[in-house]
Nanobody, 124 residues
Framework: QVQLVESGGGLVQAGDSLRLSCTAS????????MGWFRQAPGKEREFVAA????????IYADSVKGRFAIARDNAKNTVYLQMNSLKPEDTAVYSC?????????????????WGQGTQVTVSS
């Protein structure tokens, strides 16, 4: 069992930066690939970024590539999402999730554990 808790969300202006954190309980955090997803009001949850269990790869949605960066610190059981050059369309609830390395990192159904999410609001 893994419990995930996100933090770092807030209200910012367009062009600003935020760093989200997701801290996991349990000793097996380093065994999981981790992902970030977001859900805007009235829209489906969508993939944002993922990172391998040992950070051997990172992948991003096209909408955030070049602006967002995912990283992890296995010693701290934490995964991060650095978000730069934020846009109003980035407004959403951001959630982190963990999966055994299925090789399908963009697919919500492959993630077994989910956090509750943190709100990010970007004003224009």
């Amino acid at each position: 069992q893994v419990q995930l808790v996100e933090s770092g969300g807030g209200l910012v202006q367009a062009g600003d930066s935020l760093r989200l954190s997701c801290t996991a309980s349990g000793r097996t955090f380093s065994s999981y690939a981790m992902g970030w997803f977001r859900q805007a009001p009235g829209k489906e949850r969508e993939f944002v970024a993922a990172i391998g269990w040992n950070a051997d790869f990172t992948i991003y949605a096209d909408s955030v590539k070049g602006r967002f960066a995912i990283a992890r610190d296995n010693a701290k059981n934490t995964v991060y999402l650095q978000m730069n050059s934020l846009k109003p369309e980035d407004t959403a609830v951001y959630s982190c999730a963990a999966q055994w390395d299925s090789g399908r990192y963009r697919s919500l159904s492959q993630y077994k554990y989910w956090g509750q999410g943190t709100q990010v609001t970007v004003s224009s």
